[in-house]
């Protein structure tokens, strides 16, 4: 199983930026899509943005312009660089395997990292 953490998150003020990181346990994650996901409280969680093995990158259109994906395969290492926070995008981040190799992993999906947004 591939094992997933997340850190990073905290509290931030609209118009700040955050940066989460997400450790994978095996470098068979070099050749995967990668996304990040986030959920808020009474919501299903969505895919914010997601980045192939060869760093090809979508974006969710709320996050267009502000978010930022990024991988360091040789470490096993995603990226979320966040700018431009807003209220709204409030919510616990996780990242995963692009849907195609999330039953392959058994659905699994770690702790998350919680982003809050406020004044």
């Known amino acids: 199983q591939v094992q997933l953490v997340e850190s990073g998150g905290g509290w931030v003020q609209p118009g700040g930026s955050l940066r989460l990181a997400c450790a994978a346990s095996?470098?068979?994650?070099?050749?995967?899509?990668m996304g990040w996901y986030r959920q808020a409280p009474g919501t299903e969680r969505e895919l914010v943005a997601d980045?192939?093995?060869?760093?090809?990158?979508n974006y969710a259109d709320s996050v267009k312009g502000r978010f930022t994906i990024s991988r360091d395969n040789a470490k096993n290492m995603v990226y979320l660089q966040m700018n431009s926070l807003k209220p709204e995008d409030t919510a616990v981040y996780y990242c995963n395997l692009d849907k195609d190799y999330r039953a392959w992993n058994k659905d699994y999906w770690g702790q998350g990292t919680r982003v809050t947004v406020s004044s």
């Open positions: 095996t470098s068979i994650f070099s050749i995967i899509t």
């Open positions: 980045i192939s093995s060869g760093g090809s990158t």
